[in-house]
């Protein structure tokens, strides 16, 4: 139906962002278009509609719809074709909504412009949304009741063909796999061709008819789903994507390493773009560009049923339940509320139970992996533990060690701080821009180890860049010089200068790219099992507990609703919660 | 929403009597009475006798804040900080240094100042939002840019050439209108338009570019994006998101100033011999009348922060995401 | 040989004060990679390099304008040596044949005749009526009082530029320190912070420096033993205006500054040092402090050339700079009123006019050309 040739899209510097993407969607079928950050997904999409951010052009190529060439069609018309034949769902509904108007308003405005016979009850009900919604503002809604507005605001037009953009990413699992649930049934009811975006294998493997995989600005290969997820990718770098990807299944095993990350856009390297990071890489790769063949771009592509299936059976990790004696860490009906003010004299009226009796432990050597949803209480609960509240009051227990941290001041405070340390989820926020690497590894040993002279201190920072994969050459540089996946070494690196016993992972690897979060997922079972580290392991990616973590607690509503080892908790779920996370996980 | 009111004030208060207390600091403890004596009798030599007189006959014989002659209450009410400061609270502004009721003639002034300054707001505001939303429609293209030069350089030229310019091209010159002068009603609209046009003018470049900024950073926004895609035509986007959400940063910088229209403009007033407020506070302060702009000073806070419980309630108006409580 | 004795007026200390931090700034930023980068793009663009020229030539003529000596005069022999009361500086001296060729009174520019006709006796004993020639060439013309229009410029720039940049030297300390105060600390801190700008805010600008400037003015008038020279008493003036609008004017930063520390406060590497037991002045001054410094750079840059237009306006309402002190203000002041004149007069207002547009201009296009480089987001 839409047959989009040979597409180029160009940055404002006149580098390709997009370099030649073809594609074919058909009425009816789910095309998944899957691929890292930054290899020209988005811009794909944005192209088709022509909203391509300002200064970012479409250099060439054709998109061919009823005949007409989308790229050649006068402005007038295409902004009939915009919201009309095609029209687009994003990623964030919360920003891609206007806030100073009425759900209905944003609905009727779109089906005004063509001329829809569909009413705003109507469609509010093809998204399953109460008539009632119709009146809100997008604040008033969840992200998922947002996401379901957007999506019937983009159906007023009667679209043929429907582009979501990461269209789940923002949202809960629970909320991700409605949505899912809605698209699809929408796609079929309406015969809409679906072209998905989205880096998650999950949710392609779930929705996909065909998958065409992006690397580097290129399709590297597209094949039916169905043929692709039963171990038939026969580029590479599918194969590896796939290998990387963490699930109970991989449990104790080590995920195979693609080593590097993505290249920028237009830095890409000469002859195939994926040969520096293969893992079948021969010397003509580096010379040849490889054309797009049978699928698949690859001079060498592999044998269609090489990989064995991942073991299904979860076993438990080596010596994980084996610790004995007192735990290191000792959480007891922990508390940490917020206060809401109100009034005259803004007395506190209420307050916001973030973490409400909260009682955990955790062994030396060991990883507990606490998983919520937004707003479950667990970074409220992450910052506590590390004393970081002085907003809120805390009540309960924490023992370290033995001591009791809420009891902690002065210099017993600063003993406490170089014993649990914490590691954020976005590498570009947890590293201050303005000071060099070395300069910001050696802050905390000079808080906490004012003892150590310089060299001393030099020298811990040298091991400790090595232990991470990285070099002292770092040490006079920014952060902005280094990837995602090495800010975040970065950052375990500034954590285990001090020399902890624990470490907070707070949701580590899911601002990263997958290829990139095995890298980091290997280190950290290194460290681990070298220090004898324990991990506070916080994440939304059941998955990702189930290769990783020794046990889970599930956290709900401040509480939590389920605890035990973590193959026992996936396999067999007691708490309806837990079992609704679990269903609701893609893949 | 009534709570919201009485917490305001309740915020206004201190802030008054701040206000209250700098001025009262400013003009009787880091320079005292009889220093205003004499500069006001001038000349190098002034008896001390002299200096008591206009003391006396000004009210200024009191002590700060205690005065120990009074009786019982008296004590404290027979005070500088009492007849002088606090006595604005209840709008008793005492009388000019000519003897004149200050609060009289504020009440008198108001309104040749109102008469100027309202329609120089409200066609000024139409006009500057106008031309921004044009320059953002046109965004990217060479109008854009010269515009935006153009904003420039008018921006870089101080107000009083723009008085001057006006006087002698329209008034001196092609004598459309008169040069200055004022009468109330409807009369007196002919002497209105140049000081109209020219504090409409002399506005131009900021509040154009400011405006101009705050539509292209919305312009930036998902909505916006959303709004495309959707199938809008751009004049849409444009008028009902862009300008819609805009308005609030908008409103922000407009109504906080309404009630300060009040005062006048300083130049304009003076320029045109205009009887409003402007000129009252011009020419108190070139004859060193403090007590006068003690009063000004007073009243320009009152109004700003009426200004600000305008802007609070706007807020509530325009923005379904506030709610005042 | 004459002697000279050089004269350093307070203005002048804190003007090379301030030149001798922003060369220790270049100086540090030369070796910061991303400094250079930065300032590569203000440069870059072609606004910003010519407004960048300009700038520079209007700063050295204010530079040499503060370069300040007396002129030793003749003492009997056997006493110390006297100098003059008048207190000159380099550029007086390179504009000597504009400063010392005064007229009578106006001259148009490069006329070589005076304004007005004068009854004169001429040779032959009969009077007319024309105008006398002129004793000099003035490119610029001249005033009232026979005084080189183009010399009065040059002089008032010195006026303007002290006031941009000294003023931003009270400013900058308080709206820093407040600012950044309030968002960090945020509580009670925040609330008494907001409260003293709110209060300063509510005042209306002019009317509080106008009040503060009068407050000034009747101390310099009680106090006349102060000053051993006019130049003295005027450069006290003009210090005092800067520092009123200074104490007036650090509110609007302040809040910029606050609304950011509050942002950074959240920033996961601030709490990351927390975590460390890092101390609030560290944090504060590696942390925060270098994360907003792109705002002050830039606000400082915008004000510039408002503080430069409020002196004039501050002038025209009695609450300038002193009379005495050659200002763009006092200059367009005296001129305005010369309109009315037949024949007209028109080259002082011109001249001020040129000179100051000229000026702000320069610097507004400058301010962007830095505004675009330190925040390519928030350019407008």
């Known amino acids: 139906m839409l047959q989009l040739a040979d597409l180029v899209v160009r940055l404002p510097d006149g580098r390709h962002a997009v370099d030649?993407?073809?594609?074919?969607?058909?009425?009816?079928?789910?095309?998944?278009?899957?691929?890292?950050?930054?290899?020209?997904?988005?811009?794909?999409?944005?192209?088709?509609?022509?909203?391509?951010?300002?200064?970012?052009?479409?250099?060439?190529?054709?998109?061919?719809?009823?005949?007409?060439?989308?790229?050649?069609?006068?402005?007038?018309?295409?902004?009939?074709?915009?919201?009309?034949?095609l029209a687009m769902v994003f990623q964030e509904p919360m920003s891609s909504l206007n806030p100073v108007l009425t759900i209905a308003a944003q609905i009727e405005e779109a089906l005004v412009a063509h001329g829809s016979s569909q009413t705003v009850a109507s469609l509010l009900a093809d998204v399953d949304l109460q008539p009632q919604h119709?009146?809100?503002?997008?604040?008033?809604?969840?992200?998922?009741?947002?996401?379901?507005?957007?999506?019937?605001?983009?159906?007023?037009?009667?679209?043929?063909?429907?582009?979501?953009d990461e269209p789940t990413t923002a949202l809960d699992v629970t909320v991700q796999a409605q949505i899912l649930r809605l698209l699809r049934d929408l796609q079929a009811k309406r015969r809409m061709a679906l072209l998905l975006i989205t880096h998650d294998l999950g949710i392609a493997r779930e929705m996909a008819d065909t998958v065409a995989v992006l690397y580097a600005g290129q399709v590297v290969e597209e094949a039916p789903a169905s043929a692709l997820f039963a171990c038939a990718a026969r580029h590479p770098y599918t194969r590896a994507l796939m290998q990387v990807t963490p699930s109970l299944g991989r449990r104790g095993q080590p995920l195979s390493s693609l080593p590097g990350s993505v290249p920028l856009a237009g830095a890409w390297p000469r002859g195939c773009r994926f040969a520096p990071r293969c893992g079948q890489v021969q010397p003509r790769c580096r010379e040849l560009a490889p054309p797009l063949e049978h699928g698949v771009r690859c001079l060498f592509p592999l044998?269609?049923?090489?990989?064995?299936?991942?073991?299904?059976?979860?076993?438990?990790?080596?010596d994980a339940t084996s610790a004995q004696g007192t735990p290191l860490l000792q959480v007891e009906d922990?508390?940490?509320?917020?206060?809401?003010?109100?009034?005259?004299?803004?007395?506190?009226?209420?307050?916001?139970?973030?973490?409400?009796?909260?009682?955990?432990?955790?062994?030396?050597?060991?990883?507990?992996?606490?998983?919520?949803?937004?707003?479950?209480?667990?970074?409220?609960?992450?910052?506590?533990?590390?004393?970081?509240?002085?907003?809120?009051?805390?009540?309960?227990?924490?023992?370290?060690?033995?001591?009791e941290v809420l009891n902690l001041r002065g210099a017993d405070l600063h003993a406490f701080r170089s014993r649990a340390q914490i590691v954020f989820q976005d590498p570009f926020s947890s590293l201050n821009p303005r000071m060099r690497v070395g300069d910001i590894l050696e802050e905390g040993l000079q808080a906490l180890r004012p003892e150590m002279g310089p060299g001393a201190r030099r020298q811990q920072i040298e091991r400790m860049l090595n232990r991470v994969g990285l070099d002292a050459s770092a040490m006079p540089r920014y952060p902005h010089a280094f990837s995602g996946g090495q800010r975040q070494r970065l950052a375990i690196a500034r954590a285990l200068c001090v020399e902890p016993q624990l470490l907070i992972l707070d949701e580590p690897t899911s601002a990263l790219d997958v290829s990139v979060q095995a890298q980091v997922l290997a280190l950290l079972r290194a460290l681990q099992d070298e220090h004898g580290l324990a991990y506070l392991f916080i994440t939304h990616n059941l998955p990702l507990v189930g290769y990783f973590a020794d046990r889970v607690v599930v956290m709900q509503g401040g509480k939590i609703v389920e605890a035990g080892a973590t193959e026992i908790v996936m396999a067999a779920p007691q708490h309806p919660y837990t079992q609704a996370l679990l269903a609701s996980a893609p893949g | 929403m009534i709570t919201y009111l009485i917490r305001r004030l309740a915020y206004a208060l201190p802030i008054l009597l701040g206000v209250n207390l700098l001025t009262f600091a400013l003009f009787f403890g880091v320079s005292s009475p009889d220093d205003m004596a004499r500069l006001h009798l001038g000349g190098k030599r002034i008896t001390a006798e002299a200096v008591e007189r206009w003391k006396v006959q000004h009210g200024y014989d009191l002590p700060h804040f205690y005065n120990p002659a009074g009786e019982g209450v008296a004590k404290v009410t027979q005070t500088l900080f009492v007849q002088k400061s606090l006595k604005l609270f209840a709008l008793d502004f005492g009388a000019a240094d000519d003897g004149r009721d200050i609060g009289r003639e504020i009440g008198k002034r108001m309104w040749p100042s109102l008469v100027v300054a309202l329609p120089t707001f409200v066609l000024g505001l139409g006009a500057y939002l106008a031309i921004a939303l044009f320059l953002v429609f046109f965004r990217n293209t060479a109008i854009d840019t010269v515009g935006v030069i153009l904003l420039v350089a008018l921006m870089s030229i101080s107000g009083l050439f723009y008085v001057i310019g006006g006087q002698v091209l329209l008034a001196k010159w092609w004598q459309w209108v008169p040069i200055s002068g004022y009468a109330p009603g409807l009369s007196g609209l002919h002497f209105l338009v140049l000081p109209v046009l020219i504090g409409m003018v002399s506005g131009i470049g900021d509040s154009t570019r400011f405006y101009r900024a705050l539509f292209l950073e919305e312009a930036g926004h998902d909505y916006v994006r959303t709004a495309h895609a959707k199938g809008l035509s751009p004049f849409r986007v444009l008028f009902r998101h862009i300008l819609g959400n805009a308005a609030i940063p908008i409103l922000t910088g407009v109504v906080v100033v309404i009630p300060r229209l009040f005062l006048g403009s300083l130049i304009l007033e003076s320029f045109f011999g205009i009887p409003g407020l402007g000129s009252y506070t011009i020419d108190a302060i070139q004859a060193q009348d403090f007590a006068i702009v003690r009063a000004m000073v007073f009243l320009g806070s009152l109004l700003y922060i009426l200004g600000l419980m305008l802007t609070d309630l706007s807020y509530a108006w325009v923005d379904p995401r506030v709610r005042l409580q | 040989m004459m002697g000279i004795q050089p004269t350093l007026l307070i203005s002048d200390a804190v003007l090379f004060l301030l030149l001798a931090a922003v060369g220790a700034y270049v100086w540090r930023s030369r070796r910061s990679e991303r400094a250079r980068a930065t300032?590569?793009?203000?440069?870059?663009?072609?606004?910003?390099?010519?407004?960048?020229?300009?700038?520079?030539?209007?700063?050295?003529v204010g530079?040499?304008?503060?370069?300040?000596?007396?002129?030793?005069?003749?003492?009997?022999?056997?006493?110390?040596?006297?100098?003059?009361?008048?207190?000159?500086?380099?550029?007086?001296?390179?504009?000597?044949?504009?400063?010392?060729?005064?007229?009578?009174?106006?001259?148009?520019?490069?006329?070589?005749?005076?304004?007005?006709?004068?009854?004169?006796?001429?040779?032959?004993?009969?009077?007319?009526?024309?105008?006398?020639?002129?004793?000099?060439?003035?490119?610029?013309?001249?005033?009232?009082?026979?005084?080189?229009?183009?010399?009065?410029?040059?002089?008032?720039?010195?006026?303007?530029?002290?006031?941009?940049?000294?003023?931003?030297?009270?400013?900058?300390?308080?709206?820093?320190?407040?600012?950044?105060?309030?968002?960090?600390?945020?509580?009670?801190?925040?609330?008494?912070?907001?409260?003293?700008?709110?209060?300063?805010?509510?005042?209306?600008?002019?009317?509080?420096?106008?009040?503060?400037?009068?407050?000034?003015?009747?101390?310099?008038?009680?106090?006349?033993?102060?000053?051993?020279?006019?130049?003295?008493?005027?450069?006290?003036?003009?210090?005092?205006?800067?520092?009123?609008?200074?104490?007036?004017?650090?509110?609007?930063?302040?809040?910029?500054?606050?609304?950011?520390?509050?942002?950074?406060?959240?920033?996961?590497?601030?709490?990351?040092?927390?975590?460390?037991?890092?101390?609030?002045?560290?944090?504060?001054?590696?942390?925060?402090?270098?994360?907003?410094?792109?705002?002050?750079?830039?606000?400082?840059?915008?004000?510039?050339?408002?503080?430069?237009?409020?002196?004039?306006?501050?002038?025209?309402?009695?609450?300038?700079?002193?009379?005495?002190?050659?200002?763009?203000?006092?200059?367009?002041?005296?001129?305005?009123?010369?309109?009315?004149?037949?024949?007209?007069?028109?080259?002082?207002?011109?001249?001020?006019?040129?000179?100051?547009?000229?000026?702000?201009?320069?610097?507004?296009?400058?301010?962007?050309?830095?505004?675009?480089?330190?925040?390519?987001?928030?350019?407008?």
């Open chain 3, 63 to 380: 530079v040499f304008d503060s370069l300040h000596f007396r002129v030793a005069v003749e003492t009997p022999a056997g006493q110390a040596q006297q100098y003059s009361g008048e207190v000159l500086s380099v550029l007086d001296t390179v504009l000597t044949p504009l400063r010392t060729a005064s007229e009578k009174t106006y001259s148009a520019p490069l006329a070589a005749t005076l304004l007005v006709k004068e009854s004169v006796t001429l040779a032959d004993g009969s009077v007319a009526r024309l105008a006398p020639a002129i004793a000099h060439v003035h490119p610029l013309g001249t005033d009232k009082v026979g005084q080189d229009v183009l010399y009065l410029a040059l002089k008032s720039v010195r006026t303007g530029l002290l006031i941009g940049t000294l003023t931003t030297l009270v400013m900058l300390p308080l709206a820093c320190a407040l600012g950044i105060a309030a968002g960090y600390f945020g509580g009670r801190v925040d609330d008494a912070i907001q409260y003293l700008y709110t209060t300063l805010n509510s005042i209306p600008g002019v009317l509080l420096i106008a009040a503060a400037v009068l407050v000034v003015d009747v101390q310099i008038d009680a106090h006349g033993e102060w000053f051993n020279s006019a130049a003295a008493r005027a450069d006290l003036r003009l210090l005092a205006l800067c520092a009123i609008l200074g104490l007036t004017g650090w509110t609007g930063l302040a809040r910029l500054l606050r609304a950011e520390t509050l942002k950074l406060r959240e920033l996961d590497y601030i709490q990351a040092a927390r975590a460390f037991g890092v101390s609030h002045g560290r944090i504060l001054a590696r942390h925060v402090l270098p994360n907003v410094a792109h705002l002050v750079i830039i606000t400082v840059v915008l004000d510039f050339s408002g503080l430069v237009l409020a002196e004039v306006v501050l002038s025209y309402v009695g609450a300038g700079v002193d009379p005495a002190t050659p200002s763009f203000g006092n200059m367009i002041n005296a001129a305005r009123l010369e309109l009315a004149r037949e024949p007209v007069v028109w080259w002082p207002l011109a001249t001020a006019f040129a000179f100051l547009f000229t000026l702000v201009l320069a610097a507004n296009l400058f301010a962007d050309a830095v505004r675009a480089a330190f925040d390519p987001r928030g350019a407008g």
């Open chain 1, 303 to 318: 044998d269609q049923a090489v990989a064995s299936p991942p073991s299904i059976a979860a076993q438990p990790l080596a």
């Open chain 1, 20 to 85: 030649g993407v073809s594609l074919a969607l058909e009425a009816g079928r789910c095309l998944v278009l899957l691929g890292e950050s930054g290899c020209g997904k988005s811009l794909t999409a944005l192209s088709l509609l022509r909203l391509l951010p300002e200064g970012v052009t479409i250099a060439g190529g054709q998109a061919r719809l009823a005949e007409q060439d989308l790229f050649s069609l006068p402005e007038r018309q295409m902004r009939g074709w915009r919201g009309g034949r």
């Open chain 3, 39 to 60: 300032w590569r793009g203000v440069f870059a663009a072609r606004m910003g390099r010519w407004s960048a020229w300009v700038m520079v030539f209007f700063v050295s």
């Open chain 1, 134 to 164: 119709a009146q809100s503002y997008p604040f008033q809604l969840s992200g998922g009741q947002r996401q379901r507005a957007l999506i019937a605001m983009m159906l007023a037009g009667e679209p043929e063909i429907l582009i979501a």
């Open chain 1, 334 to 403: 922990l508390c940490v509320h917020y206060p809401i003010r109100r009034g005259l004299w803004q007395r506190t009226a209420d307050w916001v139970r973030a973490v409400d009796g909260v009682s955990l432990h955790l062994n030396r050597g060991e990883t507990l992996a606490l998983v919520g949803e937004s707003g479950c209480g667990k970074s409220s609960l992450a910052r506590a533990l590390l004393r970081l509240q002085p907003q809120a009051t805390v009540r309960g227990r924490i023992r370290l060690h033995g001591e």
